[in-house]
């Protein structure tokens, strides 16, 4: 197979099968050949990444990612890409076990925030406790002058429901319970850009998109991202070229 890129799934697996959905109707075809190249990796089995985040006495999930790279980087992908959020703890150690181009879900959407809404000020975050804990995002909206507000006391316990009880347990998106949530950071804490750090947000979004707030869909973006890179790589360019517009340095 020529011209494919890699996807580190599974985490959780409803989520990652949202950004396969994405690219694959996104991406405009007249007939099968148009379809993107890609090998999923769906690795159910990779340790729970906030468990480990927030105690590291629980099972260490790099390692299981760390088998992932290596194995696929044999194949010689174009580049990889990871629609887990709070995987992207471990993103520059798995990124130095490769010589394949590793795109970054979260520096691509921090950027797209500023570029779409470059006069905001703050930006609402809602994610797993544990891209709360390693203040991964916030560091980086924060680098870039920005501020970050996470809401109350109240905000995690729904966020979590959402994420864990209904979506991940049960395979169930909740649409009202998603728009409470987006309201009261709208409402309550003054958001007018709210950012999705979680894929199972994510297909929140895919699935109960009819609401009036302003949201960065890290996976959204990302999908339209490979779509882009795919498609350049397929009609001649550099791998190398056509992924430096998305490799971050700051």
């Known amino acids: 197979m020529k011209h494919f890129f890699t996807i580190l ?12 959905r994405l690219i694959n109707h996104r991406i405009k075809i007249s007939k099968d050949q ?3 190249n890609y090998i999923l990796v769906n690795d159910a089995q990779i340790p729970d990444r906030t468990a480990y985040i927030k105690d590291h006495t629980k099972e260490n999930f790099f390692f299981a990612l760390k088998d992932d790279v290596e194995k696929q980087s044999l194949l010689k992908p174009d580049f990889f890409v990871m629609p ?20 970054n879900m979260m520096d691509i959407a921090v950027h797209h925030f500023m570029e779409k809404f470059p006069k905001e000020e703050k930006i609402g975050l ?5 891209s709360i804990f390693d203040k991964l995002y916030e560091n980086s909206i924060v ?26 347990e049960n395979g169930y998106v909740d649409g009202e319970l998603y728009h409470r949530i987006l309201r009261k950071m709208h ?28 949201v960065i869909d890290p996976q959204s973006i990302l999908a339209d991202v490979t ?14 070229k056509a992924v430096s517009k998305y490799l971050y340095q700051d």
């Open 187 to 214: 409402d309550d804490y003054g958001c007018n850009v709210i950012l999705l750090g979680c894929t199972e947000l994510s297909l929140a979004q895919e699935k109960a998109p009819n609401h009036p707030y302003n």
């Open 84 to 103: 887990c959020n709070t995987a992207h703890y471990f993103y520059h150690d798995l990124a130095a076990l490769t010589d394949i181009p590793f795109l």
């Open 227 to 240: 779509i882009e890179l795919a498609l350049k790589i397929r009609n001649g360019m550099d791998v190398n």
């Open 34 to 36: 148009d379809y993107l």
């Open 9 to 20: 799934g599974g985490m959780g697996t409803i989520a990652t099968e949202s950004y396969v």
């Open 126 to 130: 809602i994610a797993t406790e544990g």
């Open 143 to 168: 680098k870039n002058g920005r501020k970050v507000e996470l809401g109350g006391n109240e905000i995690q316990p729904l966020v979590n429901e959402l994420i864990y009880s209904d979506i991940k």
